[in-house]
Nanobody, 115 residues
Framework: QVQLVESGGGLVEAGGSLRLSCAASGNRFSINNMGWYRQAPGKQRELVAVINSGGSPDYAASVKDRFTISRDNAKNTVYLQMNSLKFEDTAVYYC?????????WGQGTQVTVSS
C-alpha cells in the first residue's frame, strides 16, 4: 500500500510563486509516472503536469513555461514549482502516482491566487 502526503498549498497574490510537494510512503516499488492534477470549482479535474520515472515531463498548455515538475526518486517525492501564478490557477491540486496497475491520489491541497 502506498500513501501520498501533499504539502505546500496556500494563498498567494497573482504573479507570485508556490511549491507543492508530494511524498509517497509505504510500498514504493513499481512507482511509475508521478504528477499533478487540479480541479477548480464547477470544473472537471484536469492534468497539470506529469513526469515519468526517467524524468521526462509533460505539461498542460495553460501552465507550460510557468510551472516546473520534478521528482526525487530516492525520496519518492514529486514537486511542482509554480511561478507567475494567475487567478485562473486557483484550484485544489491533487498529487497522482501510477503504482503498478493502480492510479493513486493524494488528499488534495488548496491553491488560491488572489487577483
Amino acid at each position: 500500500q502506498v500513501q501520498l502526503v501533499e504539502s505546500g498549498g496556500g494563498l498567494v497574490e497573482a504573479g507570485g510563486s508556490l511549491r507543492l510537494s508530494c511524498a509517497a510512503s509505504g510500498n514504493r516499488f513499481s512507482i511509475n509516472n508521478m504528477g499533478w492534477y487540479r480541479q477548480a470549482p464547477g470544473k472537471q479535474r484536469e492534468l497539470v503536469a506529469v513526469i515519468n520515472s526517467g524524468g521526462s515531463p509533460d505539461y498542460a498548455a495553460s501552465v507550460k513555461d510557468r510551472f516546473t515538475i520534478s521528482r526525487d526518486n530516492a525520496k519518492n517525492t514529486v514537486y511542482l514549482q509554480m511561478n507567475s501564478l494567475k487567478f485562473e490557477d486557483t484550484a485544489v491540486y491533487y498529487c497522482y502516482v501510477r503504482h503498478g496497475f493502480s492510479n493513486l491520489w493524494g488528499q488534495g491541497t488548496q491553491v488560491t491566487v488572489s487577483s
